[in-house]
């Protein structure tokens, strides 16, 4: 009779235990790969979320970067037209000069609104090729290698980006 009880509860005790353990591994695997799918899943909203924002400020920052390009050779024709104005010219025609720095003067409040800064070299700074576009270069005495002697434009950037690179003219003369 012992052998009959033993007989079977030996089967019963062989086959039970391992579905369990055999359950509990397969378990514990896919809550795993659950786990990793729903972490990578977490990760890739934040991920979203962050790009969303970058891309929002982005856009408030720098979408009217071509509206502002396209206003600067308006800001250079009023400059140039100022300049070209003699004394003769400015007392014969002085509202006129008065509308026209009226009007520069506004738009360059726009631009100031807007993050868009005038980049306003002078002659013997240093060249500076992220800011300064050389358009030629030239050996004058008197003056150091690599220094602007020609502002023939200013450059401008919107808030930290170049819209346009000031152009000059840069010394070649060698050193003495």
């Given amino acids: 009779m012992t052998e009959q009880n033993e007989q079977p509860m030996d089967e019963f005790m062989d086959d039970p235990l391992a579905e369990p353990d055999d359950a509990l591994a397969q378990l514990t695997a896919e809550r795993d790969e659950l786990r990793d799918k729903w972490m990578r899943a977490l990760a890739d909203a934040e991920n979203s979320r962050k790009r969303a924002d970058k891309d929002r400020r982005d856009a408030e920052n720098y979408g009217g970067s071509r509206l502002a390009r396209d206003l600067l050779p308006v800001h250079d024709a ?18 006129l000069i008065e509308g026209v720095e009226l009007t520069l003067r506004e738009l360059s409040n726009v631009f100031t609104k807007h993050g868009v800064t005038i980049i306003r070299p002078e002659a013997g700074d240093k060249f500076d090729p992220t800011h300064h576009e050389a358009m030629f270069e030239a050996a ?18 919107l808030h930290d980006r170049l819209l346009r690179p000031a152009k000059v003219g840069v010394s070649s003369t060698p050193a003495s």
Avoid: K, S
């Fill in 78 to 95: 009023l400059t140039r037209a100022l300049d070209a104005a003699g004394e003769e010219q400015r007392t014969a025609a002085a509202a």
């Fill in 140 to 157: 004058v005495p008197g003056t150091v290698a690599g220094h602007i002697i020609q502002v023939m434009d200013n450059g401008f950037m």
